[in-house]
C-alpha cells in the first residue's frame, strides 16, 4: 500500500504545513496514518499467530489514542541501526543515540531523567516482553534487520499488551514464513565510522508448516573512541496450523552483543571535542556484553465464540558490563506466561467487542560485582540475588454507541514483587511488594471522511526496578556504604487524559494527539559523584504536550505519470515540569526539548527510485537540572538519501546523516543543580557527519 492523495493546491498548503507536523507512515482505513510511501502488495496472507500489516492496521486504528505502525518497508532503505532509526518518524517519540546502537528512548516523558538502557515502556517481541519481571530493559536484543512492523501504543493504550507504564508500550513483529516480504534476502551494507553489516533471511511456507530464519552481524569502530560494536543477532520461528483459525508458533532469538562504552563528557568538551572520552573509560575499558536466548511459543485457538491467544516464554541472560572501577557481572534465567481472549457480541442491543487478558512474569538474577582490573574481575565486592515478579490482569471492553461512535472501558490490576537477598552483607537484604489499580476510559468517532477523533482518560502505575532501589548496595552507594535494605521509594503514579484525531482528506494526511499526565511520585535520577546516580521520588509533576504528524504530496504526475513529490513533517512539543515542588518550583524537568521537529521531503519515480531530503531540528535544548541553571543549545541536521531497484531483485541505497557535522549534545544525565555539582561530566555528544550505504537482494 502506498500514499494516494488526490488533487489539492501546493502552494496554499505550504503555508499551513509550517506549524504544524508529520508521521512519516501510510495511511490505511480510518485510523491509523502511516504517511511515508509503503509497499506491502507482495506480502502474502498472514495466519492467526501472525497478522500482516494490514491486518494490524485494521486492529491498532480502534484505539481510542495515539497509536503508530511502523512497516519494515518504511526503514529498509536506510542504514536502521536502532528504535531510533525506527520510530524516528513517530510523534511522541524521542529517541537520541547516545553512541553506537544504544538509545535514550522516551515516550510522554517516560523514564525522563534515565539516560541508559529502558524505563516507562513495555518493550515486547511479537507480543512477548523484552523486559526484564522488574521493568528494566535492553532494547538492543531487538534486530530492527528481523522485523515485519513495529507497533506504538502510547501512554494508556498500551492495554492492549497489558502495559501499566507511562510510556505505554512497543511490539517488535518478526516475520514469519507467511508475512515475509521475499522468501530469500541477502543484506550487505557499510558506511562512516568502519561500519559494517550483513543479513541473511529465508523464509518458507507450506499447508500447515511455516518457517523464518534471520541471521545478522553488525561491526563498528563508532563515531567516538571506546565505543566499539560487534554483535550477532538470531531470529527464527516456526509455525503450525492446528486448524482454520488455530496455530501454534515457536519463536527462537540468540543475541551476543558486544559494545563499548565511551561514556559522558563535560559541556565544553562534548561540543569541542566530541569523539574524545574521559581517561577512566579507556583505563577501566568500559562496556556492556550481552549474551541472551529466548524461546517462546505463541498459540492462537477459537474459543466461547472468540479467539484466545496464549503462550510463555524462557530467557537467559548473561552481563559482563565493566564501568567506572567496578564489574558487574549478572546471570539470569526469567519466564513468564500469558493468555488474552477476545470476543465479539452484542449488550444491550449493541455491537460489543470484549478483551480479557492475564500476564504473568518472573525470575532470578544473579548479581555479582567485582573490583575492576582494566576491565577484567578483581576482587569480589558484592555478591546478590535478585527475584522480581509481576502478575497483571486486564480487561478491556469496546461498545458501540452508534456504529460511528465507540465507548471503551478498561480496568488492569497490577502486583509486583521485589526481593533482593544480599550474600555478603545480609543487612542489606531487603523485600517489597507494589500493587496498583489502573481504569481507563474512551471513545472513539469514525466520521466518514475518512477520518477519527479519539478521547480518553487512563491511570499508570509503575513500580521502581532494582536499579533504582538497590541504592545502598556498592554499585549504586554514592558514598561506598549503606545502611542496608531498598531506597524508599514509592511506585510512579499518573493520570493522563488525551484527545486527538487522524486521518485522510484528499493530499493531505494527518495525526495529532494532546495529552497532560499529571503525576505522583515521579522517579527522577540526579547525578551523585562522579561515576554514580541515585533515584529519588518528586512530588507532583506534570507532562503535557503536542505530538503532531502532517503530510502533503505536493505534486504528482510531474515527469512522469504515477511520480509524486510529498512533504511530511512531524513535531513534539513537550511541557515536563514540578508542579508546586518546596524546592524547584514550577521548574522544567530535565532530559528532553520542548520542541523537536523533523521533515522529509521525498521524490518517487514508478521506475524505482527515490530521493529525500531531511532536516531534524531542536531549538530549544535539553535542560540539563531541575534547578534549571543551564540548558543544552538547540542543533539542526540535515540529512540526504536515495535508492534505487534494479532488476532481479537487486537495489542499492545511499544516506548522509548530519551532512553539515554539527556539533550537539544529544542526552544528559540529570543532575540537581549544576551550578554547584561536585560531577559536570554529565553530557553525551551527538554523532557527527556519516555516510552510509546499502545493497539488498531479494528472490
Not at 445 to 469: H, M, W
Not at 543 to 562: C, F, S, W
Not at 594 to 603: K, V
Amino acid at each position: 500500500m502506498s500514499l494516494r492523495l488526490s488533487q489539492a493546491r501546493p502552494l496554499a498548503a505550504l503555508a499551513l504545513l509550517l506549524p504544524f507536523t508529520l508521521s512519516a507512515h501510510e495511511v490505511s482505513e480510518p485510523g491509523v496514518v502511516v504517511l511515508e510511501p509503503v509497499t506491502v502488495t507482495g506480502e502474502r496472507a498472514g495466519s492467526p499467530t501472525a497478522p500482516t500489516v494490514r491486518q494490524a492496521h485494521d486492529r491498532i486504528e480502534q484505539t481510542p489514542g495515539g497509536v503508530d505502525l511502523v512497516s519494515s518497508e518504511e526503514f529498509q532503505d536506510r542504514y536502521t541501526r536502532n528504535l531510533r532509526d525506527m520510530l524516528r518518524d513517530t510523534p511522541g517519540v524521542f529517541a537520541q543515540t547516545r553512541f553506537a546502537e544504544e538509545v535514550r528512548i522516551s515516550i510522554r516523558g517516560s523514564g525522563l531523567s534515565r539516560s541508559n538502557h529502558l524505563r516507562g515502556i513495555l518493550l515486547l517481541q511479537d507480543g512477548i516482553p523484552v523486559n526484564l519481571p522488574d521493568g528494566f530493559g535492553d532494547f538492543q536484543e531487538v534486530d530492527p534487520l528481523n522485523l515485519r512492523y513495529v507497533e506504538v501504543y502510547k501512554g494508556g493504550n498500551g492495554l492492549r499488551y497489558g502495559s501499566s507504564a507511562l510510556g505505554g508500550a512497543i511490539n517488535a513483529v518478526s516475520p514469519t514464513g507467511r508475512t515475509a516480504v521475499q522468501e530469500n534476502l541477502l543484506r550487505l551494507e557499510g558506511g562512516s565510522f568502519g561500519s559494517f553489516r550483513e543479513h541473511v533471511a529465508v523464509a518458507r511456507a507450506g499447508d500447515k508448516w511455516d518457517v523464518y530464519a534471520g541471521l545478522t552481524a553488525n561491526q563498528s569502530e563508532g563515531f567516538r573512541d571506546q565505543s566499539e560494536t560487534d554483535n550477532r543477532r538470531f531470529n527464527g520461528n516456526v509455525g503450525y496450523r492446528l486448524g482454520e483459525q488455530a496455530e501454534t508458533r515457536f519463536y527462537l532469538n540468540v543475541n551476543d552483543i558486544n559494545q563499548e562504552i565511551p561514556g559522558t563528557l563535560g559541556y565544553d568538551a562534548a561540543l569541542k571535542n566530541p569523539r574524545t572520552v574521559l581517561p577512566t573509560a579507556n583505563s577501566f575499558d568500559t562496556g556492556r556484553n550481552v549474551e541472551s536466548l529466548r524461546l517462546a511459543n505463541r498459540s492462537s485457538l477459537p474459543l466461547a465464540g472468540g479467539q484466545l491467544e496464549t503462550g510463555g516464554y524462557y530467557f537467559h541472560k548473561k552481563l559482563y558490563h565493566p564501568i567506572t572501577g567496578i564489574v558487574i557481572d549478572q546471570q539470569g534465567d526469567f519466564f513468564g506466561a500469558f493468555a488474552q481472549w477476545a470476543g465479539e457480541g452484542t449488550l444491550l442491543g449493541r455491537r460489543n467487542e470484549l478483551t480479557l487478558g492475564s500476564r504473568i512474569g518472573a525470575g532470578h538474577n544473579d548479581a555479582k560485582v567485582f573490583a575492576s582490573l582494566g576491565g577484567d574481575r578483581g576482587a569480589q565486592t558484592a555478591d546478590a540475588d535478585e527475584e522480581a515478579a509481576e502478575y497483571n490482569l486486564y480487561a478491556e471492553n469496546r461498545l458501540w454507541l452508534t456504529p460511528a461512535l465507540a465507548l471503551v472501558g478498561g480496568l488492569q490490576g497490577v502486583l509486583a514483587e521485589r526481593d533482593y537477598s544480599d550474600n555478603r552483607n545480609a543487612a542489606e537484604s531487603a523485600e517489597r511488594e507494589y500493587k496498583g489499580l489502573n481504569p481507563k476510559l474512551g471513545l472513539l468517532y469514525t466520521l466518514q471522511s475518512k477520518a477519527q477523533l479519539f478521547a480518553n482518560v487512563s491511570r499508570s502505575y509503575e513500580p521502581p526496578i532494582f536499579g533504582d532501589l538497590n541504592q545502598n548496595s556498592t554499585v549504586q552507594s554514592c558514598a561506598g556504604t549503606g545502611v542496608g535494605g531498598f531506597a524508599d521509594l514509592d511506585a510512579q503514579k499518573a493520570w493522563t487524559a488525551e484527545l486527538g484525531t487522524r486521518g485522510t482528506q484528499g493530499r493531505w494526511a494527518w495525526d495529532l494527539s494532546v495529552y497532560r499526565a499529571e503525576i505522583r511520585d515521579e522517579v527522577l535520577q540526579r547525578a551523585c559523584s562522579p561515576t554514580n546516580a541515585i533515584q529519588f521520588n518528586a512530588g507532583d509533576t506534570i507532562h503535557q504536550g503536542v505530538e503532531a504528524g502532517l503530510a502533503y504530496k505536493l505534486l504528482k504526475d510531474v515527469a512522469r505519470a504515477g511520480d509524486s513529490l510529498t512533504l511530511q513533517q512531524v513535531y513534539t512539543y513537550a511541557d515536563f515540569r514540578f508542579d508546586g515542588d518546596p524546592t524547584y518550583g514550577d521548574n522544567r524537568l530535565a532530559g528532553q526539548p520542548r520542541h523537536y521537529y523533523t521533515a522529509e521531503l521525498r521524490y518517487d519515480h514508478p521506475a524505482g527510485f527515490h530521493v529525500e531530503a531531511g532536516i531534524e531540528r531542536s531549538p530549544s535544548g535539553l535542560t540539563v537540572d531541575y534547578a534549571n541553571t543551564l540548558e543544552a543549545p538547540g542543533f539542526t541536521t540535515w540529512n540526504l538519501g536515495g535508492g534505487v531497484e534494479l532488476s532481479h531483485g537487486l537495489s542499492l541505497f545511499i544516506e548522509g546523516r548530519n551532512l553539515s557535522d554539527e556539533r550537539y549534545i544529544s542526552s544528559v544525565s540529570a543532575t540537581t543543580d549544576y551550578s554547584t555539582a561536585t560531577s559536570r561530566n554529565l553530557f553525551y555528544p551527538g554523532e557527527g557527519r556519516a555516510v552510509y550505504g546499502g545493497l539488498r537482494w531479494a528472490w
